[in-house]
Every structure is written in structure tokens, then in C-alpha cells.
């Protein structure tokens, strides 16, 4: 099995012959800090035709707190479309924490995340690495969002043609 960063692991054996068992020896060891673990895959938790709010599970740390996440967004359906890909590097401390998963909202024109990168009714693809003082970890899978489509222009007035109740000479 794989054994994870940062972790102590104790080990109890004896050695064992036809005469008999060995007493008891106890070992133990601390696996090396790393970069963070990869994050959950992003993914829409709530949009309009200006906003995506990004949701990820977070990294494990690995010995040394996450203090920024990484977000990459990136136009088209998939990994295999991605095409005109911006990133952006996001402190801990701006995001949801302690709250599961991590919440980033992505708006038209405004904040400092992605400042004007969306556009209404596209497809987006977006993932997350986090940082930690020994550096980047792995990028997560990509999560496809999208901008809801703007909406339809509403049809002239009618003074009253059809509508119970009013007057259409008025």
C-alpha cells in the first residue's frame, strides 16, 4: 500500500524460529513532508450569465499548511478542447476555509479573480493545485463549468392588444 507524506508509521514484530518467538521489537518512522495533495475536481456549485462559483474539495497538506490554491480556467468542454487558458493564484485566507468543499466565485469584470474572462451562454473547464511552503502540488482533473446563456430581449409593448380588461384605443 502506499503510505502517505508526513505520517508516522509504527511497526511491532518478533522473529520467529523452531525454538521459539523473539520478544517484541517496536520500530517507528515519519514519512517526508511534500508538496499538497491533488485537490477535488472543480466544479460549478452555482452560475448566471456573469458568474460561476467553483467548488473543490481541498488538498491534503502533507506536512506544511495549504496557503494558496492555483485555479487554471480555460475555454471548451474538456481537457482535449481546453484553448485560451488563464490562471490565477488565490491566498488561503480570501477563500471559504474551514468550510468543505472551497467555494471561489469567478465574475464578469469584477473581483480580482479572472478579472473579464467570461463570457455569457461558454463552456469552461477549470483545476486547482494547491501551495504549500515545499511548493505546487498536482493539478486537479479538470470540472467543466459554463456561463448561463444572456438573456432573450424582451418583445415589445402592445398597448393592451390582447390583454382582458384594457382599452387599446387608450
Do not use: H
Not at 488563464?86 to 468543499?101: F, G, H, N, R, V
Not at 469584477?110 to 473579464?116: E, S
Not at 467570461?118 to 502540488?137: D, E, F, I, M, P
Amino acid at each position: 500500500t502506499e503510505l502517505m507524506p508526513a505520517t508516522q508509521y509504527v511497526f511491532t514484530y518478533a522473529a520467529g524460529n523452531s525454538a521459539g518467538l523473539s520478544g517484541l521489537i517496536t520500530t517507528s518512522f515519519t514519512t517526508q513532508q511534500t508538496t499538497p495533495g491533488v485537490p477535488g475536481t472543480a466544479a460549478a456549485s452555482a452560475f448566471t450569465n456573469t458568474s460561476i462559483t467553483v467548488a473543490f474539495a481541498p488538498s491534503r497538506a502533507n506536512g506544511q499548511p495549504v496557503t494558496a490554491y492555483l485555479l487554471q480556467l480555460c475555454e471548451g468542454t474538456n481537457s482535449s478542447t481546453a484553448s485560451s487558458c488563464q490562471s490565477q493564484e488565490i491566498a488561503i485566507d480570501t477563500l471559504s476555509t474551514p468550510a468543505t468543499p472551497l467555494l471561489v466565485t469567478v465574475q464578469i469584470g469584477t473581483g480580482d479573480v479572472f478579472l473579464g474572462i467570461l463570457t455569457q451562454g461558454t463552456a469552461y473547464v477549470v483545476r486547482a493545485q494547491g501551495r504549500n511552503s515545499l511548493g505546487l502540488g498536482d493539478w486537479s482533473s479538470y470540472g467543466a463549468v459554463q456561463t448561463a446563456a444572456p438573456p432573450d430581449t424582451p418583445a415589445a409593448p402592445t398597448q393592451g392588444e390582447g390583454i382582458n380588461g384594457l382599452d387599446p384605443a387608450r
